[in-house]
């Protein structure tokens, strides 16, 4: 990529160790290792199997990463005998995953198991790269719509959650939100387009549903739970 070393980008104190890629032993992969190995100016294995990877030697100056291609280990394989292997791999590893079907939905709970690369079939090489390098910086690799996607899951989760606790209303969420920025009667009226009565029997029935008692309680709940 005309660069001297993506890893002398990458701003960690800890020293690559080395690059594995558990995946089939072929052209394609080897090609990959290569790559990977002048770009990154570290030691790349092409392993078939997880404990290939030598156990911690109680060096906690290294990391390795750990690159696993999902057409040879289903995701299930993955969680269930990979990712729980971590404490034999040198310090700290990295993981991430590639060939991955795009639409699985997976990358939440792959996230909770500690990987944190994600890359798919139509991914091309120099993605692939760049993705390395922001894992190696500490970065999640993932596609922008996918954390867009979850951050509008746990949103709609969090509001059911509540309207289900309080029994607050779509409309006295809103009335809520507008409160919380400092919007008074007169505007939140503007805003809904209801009248400033309205207003106020809502913020009454508000406040009885999340026990609050004014005004200052009810922007700290709002602040604490939505």
């Not at 960690?12 to 990977?36: F, G, P, Q, T």
């Not at 310090?91 to 690369?117: M, P, R």
């Not at 867009?148 to 309080?166: D, M, P, R, V």
């Not at 969420?173 to 387009?193: D, H, Y």
Request: positive net charge; glycine residues 4%.
């Amino acid at each position: 990529m005309g660069q001297s070393s993506s890893l002398q980008k990458v701003e960690d104190k800890k020293r690559l160790a080395c690059i594995y890629i558990l995946s089939e032993v072929n052209l394609h992969n080897e090609l990959l290792a290569y790559v990977i190995q002048k770009e990154f100016s570290s030691p790349v294995r092409l392993i078939e199997h997880i404990d290939l990877i030598p156990k911690d030697n109680g060096n906690n100056q290294t990391t390795n990463f750990l690159l696993i291609d999902c057409t040879k280990f289903s995701f299930e394989y993955v969680l269930k005998h990979i990712t729980v292997s971590i404490s034999n791999f040198n310090s700290t590893t990295c993981i991430a995953i590639f060939n991955l079907n795009y639409g699985t939905g997976v990358e939440k709970i792959a996230l909770g198991k500690h990987i944190t690369g994600f890359f798919y079939k139509n991914d091309n090489l120099n993605m692939v790269l760049k993705g390395i390098e922001k894992i190696l910086r500490g970065d999640i690799w993932i596609s922008r719509d996918i954390l867009t996607e979850f951050a509008f899951t746990n949103i709609k989760q969090k509001l059911f959650y509540i309207q289900k606790n309080t029994n607050l209303t779509q409309r006295e969420i809103e009335i809520l939100k507008l409160l919380s920025i400092g919007v008074t009667n007169e505007e939140i009226a503007e805003k809904t387009f209801i009248t400033l009565n309205t207003v106020k029997t809502h913020l009454y029935n508000i406040y009885k549903k999340i026990k609050v008692k004014n005004r200052l309680q009810a922007i700290f709940w709002v602040d604490k739970n939505l």
